[in-house]
């Protein structure tokens, strides 16, 4: 039996600037799987996630969530309905210490006892925020604002998980361990969308592919085989 469609992106165009930086994209992430959107800088990719999660308005097309039209929602009442963001650039809340970061990421929630709960499993997921947390998120290497970012996302408890560029300017220690987070995560029941320019990194854990390129999906198909692809290689692994 096929899992249901979680998310639905159609005929999706989107202006950003001046410039139209979607034109005409549709992909869907189906219930219980680790979707990955990849593609060269500039295709297209960020815009496409700010579309989703409301923080970029939509020039045409609809975008779906279990079913229903999510365009013109804000990224508040997206969260409320289990849709998470990690962002690029990870915007973490400076001024605020690793638990205020944490406590803001459930403040869809009251159920104080679990949220505490889940505090300390973030904590067990990711050692070195709980070695810091009383420190200033702003104080932090990137890696470990872009471990907060992801941890601060999964206190709202999310059914959809999107993830932009979560690898983008780390070290190769500390991508290891994001894609291993992210790995996780996924085991443990949440879908994810995951938009990433390291193309191999993101096809090698997910199960379908999407590339991206000038606005377009040029290419879809199961994550392994396109990881095996000789454009898909020569495009975006180097060879």
Do not use: C
């Not at 979607?22 to 219930?31: L, Y």
């Not at 593609?39 to 990719?45: F, H, W």
């Not at 290891?176 to 879908?191: H, N, S």
């Not at 377009?216 to 898909?232: C, F, Q, R, S, W």
């Amino acid at each position: 039996m096929t899992s249901p469609i979680l998310l639905k992106v159609s005929a999706l165009q989107v202006a950003y600037g001046g410039i139209q930086a979607v034109k005409g994209v549709d992909f869907e992430v189906r219930e219980g799987e680790l979707v990955s959107l990849i593609g060269s800088n500039g295709a297209g990719k960020t815009t496409t996630m700010k579309a989703i999660t409301g923080t970029l308005p939509i020039h045409a097309g609809d975008i779906e969530y279990m079913g229903k039209s999510i365009k013109g929602q804000g990224p508040w009442d997206l969260v409320r309905q289990g849709l998470a963001m990690v962002p690029e650039g990870r915007g973490v809340f400076t001024r605020m210490t690793i638990v205020e970061n944490l406590q803001m990421g459930a403040y869809i929630r009251d159920d104080d006892a679990e949220i505490a709960r889940d505090i300390d499993k973030m904590f067990a997921i990711f050692p070195r925020l709980q070695e810091r947390r009383a420190q200033l998120a702003g104080t932090m290497s990137g890696g470990e604002q872009q471990m907060l970012a992801m941890a601060r996302a999964l206190m709202s408890r999310p059914k959809v998980l999107l993830m932009d560029e979560p690898s983008m300017g780390l070290s190769p220690i500390m991508v290891d361990k994001i894609f291993e987070v992210v790995r996780d995560v996924y085991a443990q029941g949440v879908t994810v969308l995951l938009v990433e320019q390291n193309a191999s990194r993101a096809l090698s854990i997910a199960n379908r592919g999407y590339v991206m390129e000038s606005g377009l999906i040029t290419m879809t198909g199961d994550a392994k085989t396109m990881l095996n692809d000789p454009k898909v290689r020569a495009a975006y692994l180097g060879e």
